[in-house]
């Protein structure tokens, strides 16, 4: 099946009787793309809530409705917290990427209305050398040009992504998620501490800063937002439960992903 999630071009496929054993929807613009503008912060939007609505219409409206949704979200939706520890329980912050988190998540009430469990996957940064934020920063700390950002006193929760996957094959067989789970590693670290960290498995000096008027500078509102503001927060929700995380620490965990011996 194949679909255009874009804004103004949602096409839905026809289900028919198609069996699923699960939805699991991931849209969405990239955050860090590019500067906030309002038209690309109405796409943000957009890419997140108008999509997820429309498979929320759709499974709602199968034939055979899958049993569960897991829909994605992430731990912007608890704003700059500081150094509070965040688990599932915490309320919502504020700022822009709070603001589009929680219109997300409550684009998925049709679902939840039809009996469906819906599972809002709140993702922390997750790291893979191919991509996202680690493969944007590995040309950087390989040459030694790693630097961490402003103080480096904001927090990051962060996961592999091999453990985020299994955390979300994990959440379709586990009937006793639902609603928000946090899909970080139970160790999160600093900005300061990701930096030294990096820069030593890589071998290389890690000891640059990039001020707070520079990042504003180049990023506008998102680097507020999104590289000075952190959130401390922990996956209390499959902590309690039998998940085993593969990545726990940081260090091996990017001693595995880049094949670095220790």
Not at 209 to 223: D, I, Y
Request: glycine share 12%; hydrophobic share 45%; with cysteine.
């Amino acid at each position: 099946m194949l679909w255009n999630p874009g804004p103004g071009k949602v096409q839905l496929p026809v289900l028919g009787s198609i069996s699923l054993d699960a939805a699991v929807h991931l849209s969405g613009a990239n955050v860090s793309a590019r500067r906030w503008t309002e038209a690309y912060k109405r796409e943000i939007i957009g890419s997140r809530v108008d999509s997820t609505r429309a498979v929320c219409r759709l499974i709602a409206g199968a034939e055979h409705r899958p049993p569960v949704l897991l829909s994605a979200s992430a731990v912007g939706i608890y704003g700059d917290r500081g150094d509070e520890l965040i688990d599932e329980g915490a309320q919502a912050g504020m700022g822009f990427l709070a603001d589009t988190c929680r219109a997300w998540e409550a684009a998925t009430e049709q679902a939840g209305s039809a009996g469906i469990r819906v599972v809002h996957l709140r993702f922390g940064v997750v790291l893979a050398p191919e991509g996202g934020a680690l493969g944007k920063l590995l040309p950087l700390f390989r040459t030694g040009l790693g630097a961490r950002l402003g103080g480096g006193c904001q927090w990051m929760s962060w996961i592999t992504v091999d453990d985020a996957v299994a955390a979300m094959l994990y959440a379709i067989d586990d009937e006793s998620l639902s609603g928000a789970v946090n899909v970080t590693a139970p160790a999160p670290v600093t900005n300061a501490e990701f930096t030294r960290t990096l820069g030593r498995v890589l071998r290389r000096p890690a000891v640059l800063r990039v001020p707070p008027f520079a990042l504003r500078l180049a990023a506008g509102e998102m680097a507020d937002e999104a590289l000075l503001a952190g959130c401390r927060a922990v996956p209390a929700k499959l902590m309690s439960s039998r998940f085993v995380f593969g990545d726990p620490s940081l260090e091996p965990a990017l001693r595995r992903l880049l094949k670095v011996a220790g």
